[in-house]
């Protein structure tokens, strides 16, 4: 089982995304899922987290612009990003703490990535 993000693209500063990430096929349960972000030759960056309970953190850049959500059924974790900024461009990967199957371990699985740019 893998993670398949969905929703990047190009926006025009001030516009709207929404990023989606789900597994590739269905899982027995899941933990902490989120969003991380890297811009070449940087470190990667936490973006948004979401834990089982519904605790959300935010990186500080992006809070109060972009909110994180989950469906507790499919395992399944978006992004809604609001006011995009130039800064924002950026490769985005989910990942999720996983189990697969009730009777195999955790796995934290990550997304191939999905670009995001926004044009000035």
């Known amino acids: 089982v893998h993670l398949q993000e969905s929703g990047g693209g190009l926006v025009e500063t001030g516009g709207s995304l929404r990023l989606s990430c789900a597994p590739s096929?269905?899982?027995?349960?899941?933990?902490?899922m989120g969003w991380y972000r890297q811009v070449p030759g940087q470190e990667r960056e936490l973006v948004a987290s979401?834990?089982?309970?519904?605790?959300?953190k935010y990186g500080d850049s992006v809070k109060g612009r972009f909110t994180i959500s989950r469906d507790y059924f499919k395992h399944t974790v978006a992004l809604q990003m609001n006011s995009l900024q130039p800064e924002d461009t950026a490769i985005y990967y989910c990942?999720?703490?996983?189990?697969?199957?009730?009777?195999?371990?955790?796995?934290?699985?990550w997304g191939q990535g999905t670009q995001v740019k926004v044009s000035s």
């Open positions: 096929k269905s899982v027995f349960g899941a933990n902490d």
């Open positions: 979401i834990t089982k309970d519904g605790d959300a």
């Open positions: 990942y999720g703490d996983v189990i697969e199957h009730q009777w195999t371990g955790w796995d934290v699985l």
